[in-house]
């Protein structure tokens, strides 16, 4: 900028001491020919009196001369000023003019040739142009000056600001390490609406996925290690009783009554193990096979369930109710019967007597919810949770003598999360159980 203006000024200074010049040569070449019409000879006297009057009608500039036959026949110029290579500019026929810097100032030389009476002058003009050289140098060390003062302001700016940028990155590189150390309760908590504030946000939000999901796998193995042990108990104790029995039998005092009647629990226990092993498979199979949900008619699964749930009921002689709204729903028929079939038998199971089992389907918009109600024992607020745990049995005691597993409900659990459902339990102590599942409407087309 600074270079750019510099040339501008100096530019308009050159050619206004270029026009200047040319003014002042005419008006000393017409001084001297005003001079010559009285004296026709040529003269050194003329050229002193020529440039004498100029100066009294204040045309005399501070720096000027006039050469005659090479030498100054008028002159005011410092003799300072004037040098081999200044002689060498007005000496030559040179049209330019020549900037020459001297004793620290600055100098412009015009010269030309001046043709009067048949005799050549040469006319030097010098004109200090310091000024502008002057300038630029104090706006350079005036922008120096600012330059230094906005870098510091800059260097400052930009260091607060760069605290300001890092400090969230530095707390969440440091988050990341705690967390990475095991602390999954560790949050960043930065509140800004600027880019680190949003990838904050997705860095706490993914601290929870991963807190979620290792507290997930924490209870899986936790699971996994209840279902080990209870399935371990399950097994032992007829193992046990099978063990016990067959060594009674082995024995040579065994009568025949205490045969028939260790043959016979041996039958029951391994009976009892054929069923657990059956349970185990299914709810196994539950986990590995993928199903397809399709439309199945509601009158379809209420002849079905009817046809394989009469032998039970007419062996208990119960209250049987089973009534549907008719329409399509979305699901797999087999595992849907086998639900339904868990959750009879469990309320069968429920009852001591006067045994009423209701199976209902009632259509809600797009929602069709099918419950199975009984009037049996009902089942306590604090343990409606831990009932779809496998092996998880209320009663030990009863549940042992009418061969239950503990498996029913987990499976019923299972096929209804495979249905994108939720087994839902409303219990009451000494008065029954309802247990629903919702599933999804087809349309009827």
């Given at each position: 900028m600074i270079r750019e203006n510099f040339k501008v000024s100096y530019d308009n200074l050159v050619d206004q001491n270029i026009k200047q010049y040319i003014l002042y040569r005419y008006s000393v070449e017409s001084s001297i020919r005003n001079h010559l019409e009285n004296n026709n000879r040529f003269t050194k006297d003329i050229i002193i009196r020529s440039m004498e009057k100029l100066g009294s009608y204040g045309e005399k500039f501070t720096?000027?001369?006039?050469?005659?036959?090479?030498?100054?026949?008028?002159?005011?110029?410092?003799?300072?000023?004037?040098?081999?290579?200044?002689?060498?500019?007005?000496?030559?026929?040179?049209?330019?003019?020549?900037?020459?810097?001297?004793?620290?100032?600055?100098?412009?030389?015009?010269?030309s040739d001046i043709q009067v009476s048949n005799e050549t002058i040469k006319l030097l003009?010098?004109?200090?142009?310091?000024?502008?050289?002057?300038?630029?140098?104090?706006?350079?060390?005036?922008y120096i000056k600012w330059f230094i003062v906005i870098m510091l302001v800059y260097i400052v700016t930009v260091i607060i600001f760069t605290k300001i940028l890092i400090d969230p990155i530095?707390?969440?590189?440091e988050t990341s390490k705690r967390i990475s150390n095991g602390n999954y309760k560790e949050r960043t908590n930065i509140k800004s609406s600027d880019e680190i504030g949003e990838l904050s946000k997705s860095f706490d939000i993914m601290t929870d996925e991963i807190e979620n999901h290792i507290l997930r796998l924490e209870n899986d193995i936790k699971n996994r290690e209840e279902f080990i042990s209870d399935f371990s108990?399950?097994?032992?104790?007829?193992?046990?009783?099978?063990?016990?029995?067959?060594?009674l039998l082995m024995t040579d005092d065994c009568d025949?009554?205490?045969?028939?009647?260790?043959?016979?629990?041996?039958?029951?226990?391994?009976?009892?193990?054929?069923?657990?092993?059956?349970?185990?498979?299914?709810?196994?199979e539950i986990d590995e096979i993928p199903i397809e949900l399709v439309s199945i008619h509601t009158e379809w699964l209420k002849e079905k369930i009817n046809?394989?749930?009469?032998?039970?009921?007419?062996?208990?002689?119960?209250i049987w109710i089973n009534e549907w709204e008719t329409c399509f729903i979305k699901g797999d028929g087999q595992l849907l019967l086998d639900l339904l079939k868990n959750l009879v038998e469990n309320g069968i199971k429920a009852s001591e007597k006067n045994i009423y089992i209701s199976i209902n389907g009632v259509k809600k918009n797009d929602k069709y919810i099918i419950s199975v109600t009984d009037r049996g024992c009902g089942i306590e607020d604090s343990q409606i949770e831990k009932i779809v745990n496998p092996f998880y049995i209320i009663d030990k005691s009863r549940s042992k003598n009418q061969g239950n597993t503990g498996l029913g409900l987990s499976i019923c659990d299972k096929i209804a999360k495979l249905h994108n459902s939720n087994l839902e339990i409303k219990s009451e102590l000494k008065k029954g159980t309802t247990i629903s599942i919702i599933l999804e409407v087809e349309n009827e087309e």
């Open positions: 720096h000027g001369g006039v050469i005659w036959n090479n030498e100054f026949a008028y002159s005011d110029i410092n003799k300072n000023l004037i040098d081999k290579e200044v002689e060498q500019y007005y000496l030559t026929d040179n049209s330019s003019f020549l900037i020459k810097k001297i004793d620290n100032k600055v100098y412009m030389y015009l010269g003009n010098v004109y200090d142009i310091t000024s502008i050289f002057s300038e630029r140098e104090r706006q350079n060390e005036y530095k707390k969440l590189n108990h399950e097994l032992k104790t007829p193992m046990t009783s099978i063990m016990g029995y067959s060594r025949k009554e205490l045969q028939k009647k260790s043959a016979n629990y041996i039958y029951s226990e391994c009976k009892r193990l054929e069923l657990l092993s059956r349970k185990l498979l299914k709810l196994m046809i394989i749930m009469k032998p039970l009921i007419d062996n208990n002689n119960l």
